[in-house]
């Protein structure tokens, strides 16, 4: 079992930045895609960005140029650096990781989540 916690949400006005951490704890054998998602109110979860295991990284196109994630596999750790923010931003963001033991069986993940609110 993998234990996934977020961190770093806020309230900040437009214009301002956040940088968000999920870090990932228990038994851990590898990672296989990890990402960060999104959910607004009302609205479904959605991809925000995602990086493989090679350390290519997407991103949603709203978020492109704003956004950046990044990991620290040593720390078991990711992170999305958010900035510009912008109102239409504010959710709760949560992070996902694909893990298994073999490189064949992969796991889903997700942590508790962590509310931005960006205010115009």
């Known amino acids: 079992q993998v234990q996934l916690v977020e961190s770093g949400g806020g309230l900040v006005q437009a214009g301002g930045s956040l940088k968000l951490s999920c870090v990932a704890s228990g038994r851990i054998f590898r990672f296989n895609e990890m990402g960060w998602y999104r959910q607004a109110p009302g609205k479904q979860r959605e991809l925000v960005a995602t990086i493989n295991p090679g350390g290519m990284t997407h991103y949603v196109d709203s978020v492109k140029g704003r956004f950046t994630l990044s990991r620290d596999l040593a720390k078991n750790t990711m992170y999305l650096q958010m900035n510009s923010l912008k109102p239409e931003d504010t959710a709760v963001y949560y992070c996902?990781?694909?893990?298994?033991?073999?490189?064949?069986?992969?796991?889903?993940?997700w942590g508790q989540g962590t509310q931005v609110t960006v205010s115009s």
């Open positions: 996902h990781v694909d893990e298994g033991p073999d490189g064949m069986n992969w796991y889903k993940y």
